[in-house]
C-alpha cells in the first residue's frame, strides 16, 4: 500500500495530517453547535472512521519483500560467483509440501 500511495504522490505521514487537520475541523463544528445532537453523532461517527482509515494507511498488506532482497544482496556480497537464489516460501506447514515452482530469469524481465 506504501508503493501505491508513493506513486501517486501522498506519504503515509501526508494522508495522517490531512485526516488530522479534518478532525480538528469536525472537533470545531462539535464545539460551535453543541446542540445539534445529529450532526453531532455524525461527527462521532466520522472520528470512528477516521481512526480506521489511518490504521489501515498504515498498514502494509504486501510481504517483506525488502528484507528478502536484503539477504540476497548480502549473499551475493560473499559469494560474488553466484547465478540465482532458492526461494522456499511455505504458509503452512505440511509434510510433504505442496509448493509451485515459479522459475523466472530476471536478466530477460
Not at 488530522?20 to 455524525?42: C, G, H, V, W
Not at 544482496?73 to 522456499?88: A, C, W
Request: net charge negative; glycine share 2%.
Amino acid at each position: 500500500m506504501n508503493s501505491f500511495f508513493q506513486q501517486h504522490g501522498f506519504s503515509i505521514e501526508n494522508i495522517e495530517i490531512q485526516l488530522r487537520e479534518i478532525t480538528s475541523q469536525i472537533e470545531y463544528m462539535k464545539a460551535k453547535y453543541p446542540l445539534d445532537i445529529e450532526a453531532n453523532q455524525f461527527f462521532d461517527w466520522c472520528f470512528k472512521r477516521f481512526d480506521i482509515i489511518i490504521d489501515l494507511v498504515k498498514f502494509n498488506p504486501r510481504f517483506g519483500w525488502a528484507e528478502i532482497q536484503k539477504e540476497m544482496d548480502n549473499s551475493y556480497q560473499i559469494h560474488r560467483n553466484t547465478t540465482g537464489f532458492i526461494l522456499l516460501l511455505d504458509h503452512d506447514l505440511t509434510n510433504p509440501s505442496k509448493r509451485i515452482l515459479i522459475e523466472r530469469n530476471i536478466s530477460k524481465l
